[in-house]
């Protein structure tokens, strides 16, 4: 069974750099046919796609947060990663990650997510 | 740009049927959108319910189903029951590889 397990700090002060990383189990990020994928969900409200890269590492981005957004993939380690730059209170939130399939653009696999708050 | 609309809350009795649609503030929705479904308890992670607009995930009951209805994507539930309380979001494939959410329905069962 696929896992996604999201690990960072769960606290961000505000102006400074959001990183979070998504540790996939058993198989490989480099799987073919997944986007892997962050999402985050702001307290109270709904769910808000970021971005994903592709398992042949093209990225695409949320346009509302592309000027501040990096997804990244370290192969060695089985991780994705999330980098949001110049972050403010509006970027506090729970941050899953999860895994799409190609070409049916959804959602099969999330992780437990995790709650980064900005001070 | 155009936004993902969902009915922001909706109601049904138990045992009852409720459709919750998902549409765009511009255009139709048809199936080249791929419509998704979530359920999300608060607290909880998201479920996954239908993908490319009528396939249901591995174990979601049958009461559950998909389709397009009129211009709009829609979610019915037949035969409701207590644990189908919760929020339910849609999701759509743009194009260009952008994807978004809409705002989310909180289905009462009472």
């Known amino acids: 069974q696929v896992q996604l397990q999201e690990s960072g700090p769960g606290l961000v002060k505000s102006s400074e750099t959001l990183s979070l990383a998504c540790t996939v189990s058993?198989?490989?990020?480099?799987?073919?046919?997944?986007?892997w994928t962050w999402i985050r969900q702001s307290p109270g409200k709904g769910l808000e796609w970021i971005g994903y890269i592709f398992y042949t590492g093209s990225t695409t981005y949320n346009p509302s947060l592309k000027s501040r957004v990096t997804i990244s993939q370290d192969t060695s380690k089985n991780q994705f990663s999330l980098t949001l730059t110049s972050v403010t209170a509006a970027d506090t939130a729970v941050y899953y990650c999860?895994?799409?399939?190609?070409?049916?653009?959804?959602?099969?696999?999330w992780g437990k997510g995790t709650t980064v708050t900005v001070s | 740009q155009t936004v993902v609309t969902q009915e922001p809350s909706f109601s049904v009795s138990p045992g009852g049927t409720v459709t919750l649609t998902c549409g765009l503030s511009s255009g139709s929705v048809s199936s080249h959108y791929y419509p998704s479904w979530y359920q999300q308890t608060p607290g909880q992670t998201p479920r996954t319910l239908i993908y490319?607009?009528?396939v249901r995930s591995s174990g979601v009951p049958d009461r559950f189903s998909g389709s397009i209805v009129g211009n709009k994507a829609a979610l019915t539930i037949t035969g409701a029951q207590a644990e189908d309380d919760s929020y339910y979001y849609c999701?759509?494939?743009?194009?260009?590889?952008?994807?978004?959410f809409g705002g989310g329905t909180k289905l009462t069962v009472l």
């Open positions: 999701g759509l494939y743009m194009g260009s590889g952008i994807w978004v």
């Open positions: 999860a895994r799409s399939l190609y070409y049916y653009w959804y959602i099969d696999v």
């Open positions: 058993p198989v490989s990020v480099t799987s073919a046919n997944y986007y």
């Open positions: 490319t607009t009528k």
